[in-house]
């Protein structure tokens, strides 16, 4: 499985990180062998794909135009998108199977509704008291009257982890614009 992780680009506060740290312990130890997708490696991204290298994922690494001076560690996957950062999330996005929301502002936003409209399956960790934690006032369930996909909320990471590999994630064939 390939699973974008949409998170913010700036550092989080302790208690975020430790949220992530759960999630990906917990993600390992039920889906060791999923490629994680990210769109940087700055900010509350740096922290994950570290983190996810040390536990042994195949991480990828997709970075837009503008930070193509960020140097990588040593076993991520690199691709040069040749897309400015929106641009860079549709191809982070449209390459996963299932899209994870850890935390974040507009961006981490963005993400969870590219995935949405691309049929592919949403989770959205809350309870990060960062700008995504809005989306299930604003989509409790679906974001528009079509009902793509539902959009799954949880506030304990452990359990946003096991959700994920319990099922057979499948998305939706999106034909409309």
């Given amino acids: 499985m390939q699973i974008a992780i949409a998170a913010h680009s700036s550092p989080v506060d302790a208690r975020v990180e430790a949220m992530a740290r759960d999630f990906l312990k917990e993600l390992h130890s039920q889906c060791p062998t ?4 990210l769109g940087g490696y700055w900010g509350f ?39 400015e950062f929106r641009c860079r999330s549709v191809i982070m996005v449209r390459s996963s199977d ?8 507009a961006g981490t936003i963005i993400e969870a509704l590219l995935a949405y409209a691309m049929g592919k399956p949403a989770y959205v960790l809350t309870g990060t008291n960062l700008s995504s934690d809005n989306l299930p ?41």
Avoid: H, N
């Fill in 98 to 105: 299932v899209l994870v929301s850890l935390g974040g502002g």
């Fill in 45 to 83: 991204m740096k922290s994950i794909v570290d983190e996810a290298l040390r536990l042994g994922f195949r991480v990828v690494v997709v970075l837009p135009i503008e930070r193509y001076d960020v140097e990588l560690p040593s076993g991520v996957v690199r691709i040069d998108s040749g897309c």
């Fill in 34 to 37: 999923s490629t994680l997708l």
């Fill in 137 to 177: 006032k604003a989509f409790p369930e679906y974001v528009d009257d079509r009902r793509v996909v539902r959009i799954r909320y949880f506030d304990d990471p452990v359990k946003l982890a096991q959700e994920i590999c319990k099922e057979r994630v499948t998305g939706v064939k999106a034909m409309f614009g």
